[in-house]
T-cell receptor, first 113, second 114 residues
Framework: AQTVTQSQPEMSVQEAETVTLSCTYDTSENNYYLFWYKQPPSRQMILVIRQEAYKQQNATENRFSVNFQKAAKSFSLKISDSQLGDTAMYFCAHSSGNTPLVFGKGTRLSVIA | DAGVIQSPRHEVTEMGQEVTLRCKPISGHNSLFWYRQTMMRGLELLIYFNNNVPIDDSGMPEDRFSAKMPNASFSTLKIQPSEPRDSAVYFC????????????FGQGTRLTVV
């Protein structure tokens, strides 16, 4: 069974600083996809970034980037130049092809002014 | 497109009553998912459909829960009878069947059973 583990229930970061959120996963598939979703207080689930397992290059979206270590089954999210609007729950998720997303328990990130 | 639309946004009901949650997926998406979010268990998949057909309902807690997708643009999740432990946020999400596509979520229904 696929599992996703986020070991940091809560984190905080000063505005303009950099923070890294951890995620590990377990799968027997060779081809799969990894995602980070953001859930602000509005409750909306918003896709932040996506990584295909067959791609060695780490995905980047503006201030958000990932460190994908396939052998270690690790998929961390780095947020650079943190902004107050980044305050949210962040969920790591895994999918093998057409299978539904499996989510970690989330990390609550607070950005402090 | 307006995105995934769920109704109602909030629902408060008494224990024992029937509750029906509704979802309209993004037009053209072939897959639809129902998730439940609680503090204790996080985001759990309840059931998902491909081309309106239920594929996996192993996440449905018990027989009190049922879901239908009568056509490509509408799905319901019903709880009958409801219990206080069903209180949670229920999300509907949809995606295309193209490999690697993300799921797009509705804004969720916050259900409170008193």
């Amino acid at each position: 069974a696929q599992t996703v583990t986020q070991s940091q229930p809560e984190m905080s970061v000063q505005e303009a600083e950099t923070v890294t959120l951890s995620c590990t996963y377990d799968t027997s598939e060779n081809n799969y996809y990894l995602f980070w979703y953001k859930q602000p207080p509005s409750r909306q689930m918003i896709l932040v970034i996506r990584q295909e397992a067959y791609k060695q290059q780490n995905a980047t979206e503006n201030r958000f980037s990932v460190n994908f270590q396939k052998a270690a089954k690790s998929f961390s999210l780095k947020i650079s130049d943190s902004q107050l609007g980044d305050t949210a729950m962040y969920f790591c998720a895994h999918s093998s092809g057409n299978t539904p997303l499996v989510f970690g328990k989330g990390t609550r990130l607070s950005v402090i002014a | 497109d307006a995105g995934v639309i769920q109704s109602p946004r909030h629902e408060v009901t008494e224990m024992g009553q029937e509750v029906t949650l509704r979802c309209k997926p993004i037009s053209g998406h072939n897959s639809l998912f129902w998730y439940r979010q609680t503090m204790m268990r996080g985001l759990e998949l309840l059931i998902y459909f491909n081309n309106n057909v239920p594929i996996d309902d192993s996440g449905m807690p018990e027989d009190r829960f049922s879901a239908k997708m009568p056509n490509a643009s509408f799905s319901t999740l019903k709880i009958q009878p409801s219990e206080p432990r069903d209180s949670a946020v229920y999300f509907c999400a949809s995606s295309s069947t193209r490999l690697g596509t993300e799921a797009f979520f509705g804004q969720g229904t916050r259900l409170t059973v008193v």
